[in-house]
């Protein structure tokens, strides 16, 4: 079945250290989108990739990074996390393309816990 | 800027019965794309159904079922028939056209579902 792959499902650092949180998909689609949700919030944008365009969302800190080396796989590199960054990060896919609804379609996501 | 309001942060619903959840939302774009995603406590974020905002009929996915009122600028989300795995946090979400290089979702701050038995 197509679909959305993140690994790991949970992750757990120390405050500072660097991690990298990974996204692949099946699905052929080409976008991808990271989505960051804390507790009880809803998940809001962080970036997204359309092909190879990086587009990163206005108020996403220095500290987050992404890569997406080819259609398949999408990177999110926190540089060194703090605290507040311990949440679920959600990874989406979509197609865009004329006709078609641009449906997001995430994956299970990596709840990040930073000690 | 674009909104979406889902006013209920919890709703009990008896299995089997029907139950609505709601939700507003407020553009000033005439093309826009609305969405619901039911969140399990294991934290996937399902697709559940899109309605368009030229789409002249509401949508319908299996027991789901949206309640499109243009006018009124909401999109309830209609369940029927409630099964105990459908207790989850339910968001709506609308699309936010970027452009030519995609669209983000604004979500809704979500309700709580509990179904029982």
């Known amino acids: 079945d197509a679909m959305v792959i993140q690994n790991p499902r949970y992750q757990v650092t120390q405050f500072g250290k660097p991690v990298t949180l990974s996204c692949s998909q099946t699905?052929?689609?080409?976008?991808m989108y990271w989505y960051q949700q804390k507790s009880s919030q809803a998940p809001k944008l962080l970036f997204h990739y359309y092909d190879k365009d990086f587009n990163n969302e206005a108020d996403t800190p220095d500290n987050f990074q992404s890569r997406r080396p080819n259609t398949s796989f999408c990177f999110l590199d926190i540089r060194s996390p703090g605290l507040g960054d311990a949440a679920m990060y959600l990874c989406?896919?979509?197609?865009?393309?004329?006709?078609?609804?641009?449906?997001?379609?995430f994956g299970p996501g990596t709840r990040l816990t930073v000690l | 800027a674009q909104k979406i309001t889902q006013t209920q942060p919890g709703m009990f619903v008896q299995e089997k019965e029907a139950v609505t959840l709601d939700c507003t939302y407020d553009t000033s774009d005439p093309s826009y794309g609305l969405f619901w995603y039911k969140q399990p406590s294991s934290g996937e974020m399902i697709f559940l159904i899109y309605q368009g905002s030229y789409d002249q009929q509401n949508a319908t996915e299996g027991r789901y079922s949206l309640n499109f009122q243009k006018a009124r600028k909401s999109a309830n989300l209609v369940i029927s028939a409630s099964q105990l795995g459908d207790s989850a946090m339910y968001f709506c979400a609308m699309r936010e056209n970027l452009g030519n290089q995609g669209g983000k979702l604004i979500f809704g701050q979500g309700t709580e579902l509990s179904v029982k038995p």
């Open positions: 699905l052929n689609h080409n976008v």
């Open positions: 989406a896919t979509s197609r865009l393309g004329v006709g078609v609804a641009d449906t997001q379609y």
